[in-house]
Structure formats: structure tokens, C-alpha cells
């Protein structure tokens, strides 16, 4: 057996515990330290768990400190947004290869500079797009690979959250179609598998807080060079789950993935009928693809396989969320 590699992990929030957690249930990884604001945190999870697991502030000398372990080989980087190109650049240069929450960095330069700077080092920087791994995600992508319905001609692609995230996050995150849309452009651009020709962003912001530092609701339109277009409505907030849907629309059929329910019981009766809740967030529903995007990186790592997702591709989205962005200033479709 191959030996474990060496992590660390840079934030705990809601990410850094999903990927903390999938780290203690492989066999293949070691998390040997974890650097974030919540120092106490931290330590209480990796102490109920009876790990060893070093636990240190974001000071600048914590983090140095950590990079320059010898026994860490990666870093998952987690931490808020305008933190992640700063910690890339310093793993990459202390010869760490990197897996980075979505955006790896603000804008389309600064994320190329990132991807040169692996290339340089010979080290692997991997995005988390965690959506292409979910099984449903896959297999529809394999089934459009494969034309088993003919062509693609329609994306329909809905993305919902139960509740906004706290206005702090919102104000640090860079606006929602980097921060959240950013998943479902992916997602359009990965499927349409075609370059992209146009961009068209639509927004609302009905919470009057949110309002003040960004939108809570964006309709966006891609068009692709082979003919397919990509229909995104995307918002911070419903009343009743995470609502995510996606339909492929093809010359023979179309293909769907529906709401997951947290449940398979229905129950009907002449009164009435019930069906079980969909899931409530975002880590539910995608457990089994951020599982799998770690045992990806861990078999890139280790030698395995090439990664899925590219610096092409992810520089392709960022080219999207940029033309998004001022298409939405601008009120007017935005050429490629």
C-alpha cells in the first residue's frame, strides 16, 4: 500500500470540516495540521477524534511554519476567498501540491499566473469543482460523451440555497456569480463541451441587506460554439432545500438529475400525500463528491491519473465569470 500523504488544511469553516472529515475516513490521507481562525475549534474536533492533528492561528509564521514541514506533501485550502491566492503561491513555492476551493483567485491573470507557477514547480494545483464528481453528474456526462440521446442542444441548470450565508461571508466572497453561479458555469461549460461565444447575466437582489454589497438572484445565458445553449437561474435563497436541478435536452430525449430527497418514503392516503424533504444543504447533497474529489487528488498525486479538471478549463470559467460580471454592469450580452 501506498503511504498516507501528508496534509494540511488552511481554514475550518463549512468546507474545511467536510474535507477534514473525508481525510480521517481515507486510508490515504494524514491531516497533520490545520491553520484558521478558530483555533478551539479545530482542536475540539481533531481531540474528539483522538488525532494528533496540530491545530495553529493564521499568523504569517503558523503558515510558513507549516510549509515548511517536510512531511506535509499538499495542502486543501478552504479559507475565505481573498485568502486563497496568497496561500496557492506560497504552497506552490514551498513545493506543495495544492487543492483549492473554487475561485482559486479573484480574476482570470492573477489564476493563469497560479497554473504557470505549478507548471514551473512540477506540482499539481487542483480546483474544487466537487460537482463533476457527484455519481448523477458523472453519469450524465458520460451518457452526453457517449451521444447516447444524439446531440446536445439545451442546458437547464437551477441552483438554489435554503438561506443566504452570513453578510460577513457575502462581503468577502466576490459576488455571487463568483462565488456560487461559478459552480454552474463549470458545470455548463464541462457538459456543452464546446468554447464558449457569449455570456448574458440577469440580477435581482431582494434582501434589502444583501443588496447593499451584492445580488441574491442571477439568470445567465451561454451560448457555445457548437449551438448549445446553457440556461443558468441561480439564487441565494428558497424556502423549502438546496435545489439543485439539471436538464440536457437532446435531439432524441432528454436527460435529467433531479432534486435529492432525504428519503424514499412516500406516503398516500385518500387525505393526502407526502414526500420526503430534499436535502437541506450543500454538503449532504454533494457527500459522495466530496469524497471523490479527494481520492482524485490523492491518485494524482500519487500517480495515478491525470487531473480531470484542467487549467484550460478552469481558466475558461474564469474568462466566463468575468465576462458575467460585466455583462450584469453593463445590462447587455457579453462576446467571447
Same mark, same amino acid.
Given at each position: ?23 480521517? =475516513? ?21 481531540? /474528539? ?21 517536510? /512531511? ?11 485568502? $486563497? ?21 479573484? !480574476? ?51 441552483? $438554489? ?21 461559478? $459552480?454552474? =458555469? ?92 430534499? !436535502? ?57
Amino acid at each position: 500500500m501506498a503511504a498516507r500523504v501528508g496534509l494540511a488544511i488552511f481554514g475550518f469553516g463549512n468546507m474545511g470540516k467536510i474535507h477534514f472529515k473525508n481525510c480521517m =475516513i481515507s486510508p490515504r490521507a494524514d491531516v497533520r495540521w490545520i491553520v484558521c481562525l478558530n483555533v478551539n475549534d479545530a482542536k475540539s474536533m481533531a481531540e /474528539s477524534y483522538n488525532l494528533q492533528t496540530k491545530c495553529l492561528s493564521t499568523d504569517e509564521a503558523n503558515i510558513d511554519n507549516v510549509l515548511n514541514d517536510k /512531511s506535509v506533501k499538499a495542502v486543501i485550502i478552504c479559507s475565505p476567498t481573498d485568502t $486563497h491566492e496568497n496561500l496557492v503561491i506560497k504552497a506552490l513555492e514551498a513545493d506543495k501540491d495544492v487543492f483549492c476551493e473554487k475561485p482559486i483567485t479573484p !480574476d482570470f491573470k492573477s489564476t493563469a499566473q497560479c497554473y504557470e507557477l505549478a507548471e514551473e514547480r512540477h506540482k499539481i494545483l487542483l480546483c474544487g469543482f466537487q460537482r463533476r464528481f457527484d455519481p448523477s453528474f458523472s453519469q450524465l456526462h458520460d451518457n452526453l460523451q457517449n451521444k447516447a440521446l444524439g446531440n446536445l442542444r439545451l442546458l437547464k441548470i437551477s441552483s $438554489h440555497d435554503l438561506a443566504p450565508p452570513p453578510l460577513q461571508y457575502i462581503k468577502a466572497s466576490g459576488g455571487i456569480l463568483s462565488d456560487s453561479t461559478i $459552480h454552474d =458555469i463549470d458545470m455548463s461549460s464541462w457538459l456543452a463541451g464546446s468554447k464558449p461565444t457569449s455570456i448574458y447575466v440577469q440580477s435581482s437582489a431582494f434582501d434589502k441587506d444583501i443588496a447593499k454589497h451584492d445580488c441574491d438572484l442571477v439568470v445567465v445565458t451561454i451560448m457555445f460554439n457548437n449551438g448549445v445553449i446553457s440556461v443558468i437561474d441561480n439564487g441565494r435563497q428558497v424556502s423549502y432545500g438546496y435545489h439543485q436541478k439539471l436538464e440536457a435536452l437532446c435531439d432524441k430525449g432528454v436527460l435529467n438529475v433531479t432534486n435529492r430527497r432525504v428519503d424514499q418514503l412516500e406516503v398516500s392516503s385518500a387525505e393526502q400525500s407526502v414526500i420526503p424533504s430534499i !436535502d437541506q444543504h450543500y454538503s449532504t447533497r454533494y457527500t459522495d463528491a466530496y469524497r471523490l474529489i479527494l481520492d482524485h487528488f490523492i491518485d494524482v498525486i500519487q500517480g495515478k491519473c491525470e487531473p480531470i479538471i484542467t487549467k484550460d478549463h478552469v481558466l475558461q470559467v474564469n474568462k466566463l465569470v468575468e465576462a458575467g460580471k460585466k455583462s450584469q454592469t453593463l445590462k447587455t450580452p457579453v462576446y467571447l
